[in-house]
């Protein structure tokens, strides 16, 4: 059995909790390694919509499921998922945890940033990571040991922080200890076996810490490298990476966005595609496919292993027009390189205008399969392709598991 991982290759929100949800039944495990609960990983099942913050999307299949050490966990937020859902889950020792304190530090950061801000998710994930990065956050390992989290060494510089209290720590070490687990050697022994691994990337790679659109990032790593150190497990032993990528683009919270639309054609493709945050409920930002900067995401992902999957074809099919973004101008100068974009800032783009995919059953061709495909589509699968340089596995047309529509088989026998 082979290991992958799924990768967003965008700014998060390319669909990749129905992703996981459809692969999750080839594998026997399945292991979230950045990230916290800013993520809302969505699955339709049948009438059901359930999202997942912390949980990993695999989760309705009844796989065993981890939460390696780079993910930030919030205890309270993990809870809830449990509460409502049937799962079996492990966590990292090694995972530091977010607590009141976090979040409390993650609002007052957005309010001191005004007009500025980074429209976080309100989840506590930058002061998470950044407690981690100061030694002074509490890991699970910590309040399983009854340490109860001091961040004196903080606070004592930070009048009025919300801190969290011995009852909040008894509450976390009661949900924590029973699952605590070392992961990484856990992962090991799975793979020795011979059974199959699939790591769920949350966000995107444009919002990767450092090869995003910093500062209007997240602050984890968000690219298929960071399993090697956000799950302990070697990149080299994951067989292949499955990257996402919507028909469109979308982005919530600031920040460049070189394809954004406006005004009612933006609004109208906003209803179309339900473009609402899943954690947040914020209405997302929405635009043409960029490819600039989906080859930049591309070439950050194990290209010699990746296969992309592109999301939510049908919500183009209809409209009057599709284009897609294939280099930037800046000031007179055409490139295609992304990094401009993030040293020079604004950019325009310079479109192909595609052929518009025709309005159609898409539940019907998702039963016949690829070649039942739109012509139209089928030329949008050879452009994106011929211009990133790799292999479209499947493209998916709808919410539900059954409609996605796959080239071969099986996508990650590649
Ligand atoms: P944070 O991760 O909450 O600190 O938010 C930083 C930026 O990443 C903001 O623009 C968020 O909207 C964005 N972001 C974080 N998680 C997700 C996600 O799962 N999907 C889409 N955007 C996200
Ligand atoms: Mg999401």
Not at 312 to 329: I, Q, R, T
């Amino acid at each position: 059995m082979k290991n992958a991982v799924v990768i967003g290759l965008q700014w998060g929100d390319e669909g990749k909790g129905k992703i996981i949800d459809y692969l999750a039944a080839d594998f026997n495990a399945i292991v979230r390694f950045n990230g916290g609960s800013n993520a809302g990983h969505t699955v339709k099942a049948g009438r059901e919509k359930h999202i997942f913050h912390i949980l990993p999307s695999g989760a309705l299949r009844g796989k065993q499921l981890y939460l390696g050490s780079g993910v930030v966990l919030d205890p309270d937020s993990l809870r809830k998922e449990l509460e409502a859902e049937n799962a079996r889950v492990k966590v990292d020792y090694r995972c530091s945890l977010v607590t009141p304190f976090e979040k409390w530090l993650d609002r007052r950061l957005e309010e001191s940033r005004g007009g500025s801000a980074i429209g976080t998710t309100g989840r506590g994930i930058g002061p998470a990571y950044a407690t981690r990065m100061l030694r002074v956050a509490p890991r699970v390992a910590d309040l399983i040991q009854g340490k109860q989290p001091d961040y004196t060494s903080l606070t004592s510089i930070i009048a009025g922080a919300e801190i969290p209290t011995p009852e909040w720590a008894k509450s976390a070490r009661d949900i924590l200890e029973p699952i605590a687990a070392d992961v990484p050697a856990e992962l090991m022994e799975i793979d020795t076996k011979g059974d199959g691994i699939l790591f769920e990337g949350a966000q995107g790679a444009l919002l990767d810490l450092d090869y995003g659109t910093y500062p209007f990032v997240t602050s984890s790593h968000t690219i298929a490298s960071y399993v090697g150190v956000g799950a302990g497990f070697s990149v080299n032993m994951v067989d292949s990476v499955i990257g996402v990528a919507k028909a469109y683009q979308t982005r919530v919270g600031a920040g460049p966005f070189p394809t954004e639309l406006g005004g009612a054609f933006a609004e109208d493709l906003r209803t179309r595609g339900d473009e609402f945050g899943s954690t947040t409920g914020r209405p997302r930002r929405v635009g043409w496919l960029d490819l600039v900067s989906l080859k930049y995401s591309v070439s950050l992902n194990e290209p010699k292993k990746l296969s992309l999957i592109i999301t939510k074809a049908d919500v183009l099919s209809g409209m009057k027009e599709l284009k897609v973004a294939v280099a930037y101008s800046f000031e007179g100068s055409e490139t295609t390189d992304f990094t401009r974009l993030i040293s020079c800032g604004n950019a325009q783009p310079v479109y192909e205008d595609l052929e518009p995919l025709p309005a159609a059953d898409w539940g019907m061709i998702a039963k016949q399969g690829w070649d039942a495909m739109p012509i139209e589509l089928k030329k949008f699968v050879d452009f994106v392709e011929n211009y990133l340089r790799v292999e479209v596995s499947a493209v998916s047309v709808g919410p539900e598991r059954e409609m996605i529509i796959e080239r071969r088989r099986r996508v990650i026998s590649y």
